[in-house]
Structures are given as C-alpha cells and as structure tokens.
C-alpha cells in the first residue's frame, strides 16, 4: 500500500453536508456536535435546505479542522447522531 499525500492541508475550514428528519432540535443539535470540534463555530453560519415535501432538512456545516484525525471523528459523531440520516 502506498502512502498519498494529503488532499487537504490542515488547518481548514471544510464543509460537511448532514441530512435528517425536518424535526425540532435537528440544527442546534447539530450546531452543538459542530461546536464540540469547532469551539468557535457559529451556528449563524449553518446553512440550511428542506427537501421538497418538508420533510427532511439538508444542513451544510463549514467548520475548522485541524487534523485529519479530528474530521474523521467529526463524520463518526454525526454518522451516529440518532438524528441524522445521512452525512457527506
């Protein structure tokens, strides 16, 4: 197996796409798990998208990493999230 080198160069601010249930407490749920890697992430800046019928809620998370340790803990947390279907 060959090492490659690092597509990204650390620290970053790096966008994470999370899907789930339009539900209350989806964003500042969230917003906390954002907050917990990120201590100065601002929820302000969450972005936010409804499907179609209203029923599920895209979110769009830009925080600041610095490792690449620390954002695959970041997708682990939200993988696991009761609240979240899908994260990309």
């Known amino acids: 197996m060959t090492n490659s080198p690092e597509l990204l160069t650390f620290p970053c601010r790096f966008p994470i796409k ?3 249930a339009h539900a209350d407490g989806f ?39 610095h490792s690449r340790e620390q954002l695959d803990e970041l997708y682990r947390t939200l993988t696991t999230h009761p609240m979240v279907s899908v994260v990309l």
Request: charge should be neutral.
């Open 18 to 20: 999370v899907m789930g």
């Open 27 to 65: 964003v500042d749920a969230m917003a906390h798990v954002a907050r917990a890697f990120d201590p100065g992430f601002d929820a302000a800046s969450i972005e936010v998208r409804a499907s179609r019928a209203g029923r599920y809620l895209g979110l769009t998370l830009t925080v600041q990493v």
